[in-house]
């Protein structure tokens, strides 16, 4: 089947071009502009993109690699179905590659970084999140705590992966939207895995990451598909 690349936007230049194709081609899919079964034709996606066929290759490529896009022989690039099991399953993935950089990061990441988060952490749950820029300043440090691990792990392939899902992880969230409720609970146990890292306890560290990244995947999915039981 293929799609009306015609209602997809033309992408927003605002990070790399590859990165603007990919953040575009995932929106499509949770609105339900791409569907599964859809040839992606790399021509037509261009055109409604109003870019060239190279960062769309680019980005299907991209996509492949994290099962949104599959290849098939004789019929080229095709969307896969996405509904709350695949977003389960991606969150699967993220908890198991975020966990072990946890357990990999603690001793590793300095004092000062740390505190520094924990500061930060500590400011936004004891603030009113009725403030207009709470949100924006909890998505921030968000993206910080999740940096810090990935940087300090210690190995640039469980890096590499986590990166992979970076790109649908923050299409996922400005889809969810700024939700003060989710954001309070982020900030809530991104505490706990800083604690544990501050005093060393790197089991304890790595538990309290998966717990996290469980809860979210748990409160994503009744967000984005309500009509779905857990």
């Not at 575009?24 to 870019?51: T, Y």
């Not at 290759?57 to 492949?64: F, Q």
Request: net charge negative; with cysteine.
């Amino acid at each position: 089947m293929k799609t009306n690349a015609n209602t997809i936007r033309p992408v927003q230049r605002n990070a790399g071009l590859r990165q603007d194709v990919v953040t575009a081609i995932v929106e499509a899919i949770f609105q339900q502009q791409l569907k599964g079964g859809d040839r992606l034709v790399v021509q037509k996606l261009a055109e409604s993109l109003q870019v060239s066929a190279t960062p769309v290759r680019e980005a299907l490529l991209e996509l492949a690699g994290i099962g949104l896009v599959e290849y098939v022989q004789n019929r080229g690039a095709i969307c896969c179905p996405f509904g709350p099991q695949q977003l389960l399953e991606v969150f699967q993935i993220r908890r198991i590659l975020e966990a072990e950089a946890t357990r990999c990061a603690c001793a590793q990441i300095p004092k000062a970084a740390l505190l520094s988060l924990q500061g930060q952490q500590q400011e936004l749950v004891a603030t009113d999140t009725e403030s207009s820029a709470w949100c924006a300043e909890a998505i921030a440090v968000d993206d910080a705590f999740h940096d810090l691990v990935m940087t300090y792990c210690g190995s640039e392939r469980l890096a590499l992966e986590m990166n992979r899902y970076r790109p649908l992880m923050h299409e996922v969230r400005r889809f969810v939207g700024d939700r003060a409720i989710l954001q309070m609970r982020s900030a809530q146990e991104h505490l706990q895995v800083l604690t544990a890292l501050s005093s060393g306890d790197a089991m304890h560290a790595a538990e309290a990451m998966a717990a996290h990244i469980e809860r979210s995947a748990q409160d994503n999915v009744r967000v984005m598909f309500p009509e779905h039981e857990l």
